[in-house]
Every structure is written in C-alpha cells, then in structure tokens.
C-alpha cells in the first residue's frame, strides 16, 4: 500500500507485485468545528479506511511519502498524524513498512527532484499506460493518486524496508 498523506486528499494505490490493483483519492470531511476534534475524527476515517485496504488486499507492505514539515500548523499535524497511523498499521501487522522524501519520489520517478504536479501525472500515465482504463473515477488533477502510484513504484525499486517485530523495536522508530 502506497500512500500520500495530505490535509484534504490522500492518494492511496496498491500493488501486486508489479501490477497496480487499486488506487484512489481519498477525502474526508468533519463537521466539528475544533481542530483537535476534526482531526481525531477524519484520523479515525482514515485508519479505519487503511485498515480496511490492508486486509481486502492482503497487503504486506505500506509506504508513505515524507513531506517537509512546512504550511500552516492544521496542514503539518494532519500529514504527520496520518504518517504515524501508517506506521502504527505496520508495527501491529508487522508489516515491511517505509517513508520516502517527496524530492526523493519525484527524482527516482521521473528524473528530476522538482518535478512538478503534471510531470508526476504524466510519469504515471506512461509507466501504467492503461491506468486510465483501470481507474476512470480518477480525475485528471488528483495529483494525491497519481503521487500514491509514484511513492509505490519507487518504494518497491528502492528498497530500504523496515521490518518492525517485537523483539527489535527500540522506541526510537515511533
């Protein structure tokens, strides 16, 4: 399961080995008005919704882009509070698990660390030609799915997997 966690959408694709299966844009809303309540409860949508992914597809593995902690205050807790849900999900199913700096993502993915929205879009396009076919719910300008199906396909090409399992967590990798 690949993930781009963001405040408003959160891209989420899944692979077969190299066979994309799934992949998606999720947006969630909270009628509450505090932001603790807001983001507990879009939190609790959210890992629910992973939770019920990684058991639909027998998933092994979750990958997660790493966004610089920039924007305002709601934006930052939102991405890293869906970060540590991943990773959470990882830790109790011990499953392989890692993070991938977005510059990372976009240099290995396309050939240029600064690749903007449209190249990351028509990367995936070109990678996963019938991607369209297989997907037509996502719309042209849902970077979150198109980034998810990047954060994936470089997490399976780079490696550097981290198997989490009660005998070696330290505490230091919450």
């Not at 066979?19 to 509450?32: E, G, I, M, P, Q």
């Not at 409860?41 to 027998?58: G, M, P």
């Amino acid at each position: 399961m690949a993930v781009d966690p963001g405040s408003a959408n959160i891209g989420v694709s899944i692979f077969d080995n190299d066979k994309l299966v799934y992949c998606t844009r999720l947006n969630y809303t909270s009628s509450y008005e505090k932001f603790v309540d807001k983001l507990n409860d879009i939190l609790s949508k959210v890992y629910h919704e992973f939770l019920r992914l990684a058991h639909k597809y027998e998933v092994q593995a979750i990958c997660w882009e790493i966004v610089p902690a920039i924007g305002n205050m709601n934006h930052k807790d939102f991405v890293v509070s869906v970060s540590a849900a991943l990773k959470i999900l990882a830790f109790h199913y011990e499953l392989q698990w890692q993070g991938v700096p977005a510059n990372t993502v976009k240099k290995l993915f396309t050939g240029n660390g600064r690749a903007s929205k449209d190249e990351m879009r028509d990367t995936v396009l070109q990678i996963f030609p019938d991607f369209k076919e297989k997907f037509p719910e996502i719309g042209f300008r849902a970077y979150d799915a198109y980034d998810s199906v990047a954060i994936g396909t470089v997490a399976r090409t780079r490696g550097s997997w981290h198997t989490p399992t009660s005998s070696n967590l330290t505490g230091s990798e919450i």
